[in-house]
């Protein structure tokens, strides 16, 4: 897993509400026992016809879909069942961060195990960033903030909560495995003094 501190790039704007995670990776995709590639099966029923052609105009067809690694989307992303493949396949496609004003917890969780970085917002500063299709912004991890640019040239930061483990576990680019094998020493010293 990529370690994550700080991302300043262009975001992608992808506004439909109810995201849920059969939209993001439809089942037909989840049989792989690796995720290898799960990334061109992104929104695969949107960005794809019945022929697995790229839809015209479907805006993650663009060219800058594949160089923005921050997708700021509508309300309640990520909702529905529990599968770890639908983050795998939005790292896949080249995400690093989704933002929106409210992640399901589920998602939410297996995001930051697995290396996205899921970051809420308040409505009116995610309204903001819906606007804002294709500037660029810095998210801080270290920080726990956003950072855009106004017009005028200023800069305003908008502070994020994330559960103080999985920040600590992306900081260093550890999964839960790694965070385990780092303390190994330990367990096996506490295991001799019991």
Known sequence: MEAFKKLTGPILVLEQENIDTDQIIPARFLTATDFDGIGDHLFADWRLDADGNPVPGHVLN????RRSQILVAGHNFGCGSSREHAPHAL?????????????????????????LLPVVLEADQHARLLEMDGEEICVDLEQCEVSVR???GSEQSWPF??????RHCLLRGLDRFDFLNQAEDAIVAYEKNL
Do not use: M
């Open 150 to 152: 106004d017009a005028d």
């Open 91 to 115: 790292l896949g496609f080249g995400f690093r961060v989704v933002i929106s004003s409210q992640i399901a917890d589920i998602f939410r969780n297996n995001s930051q195990n697995v290396g």
């Open 62 to 65: 663009e060219a800058r879909a």
């Open 161 to 166: 909560s994330i559960d103080p483990f999985a």
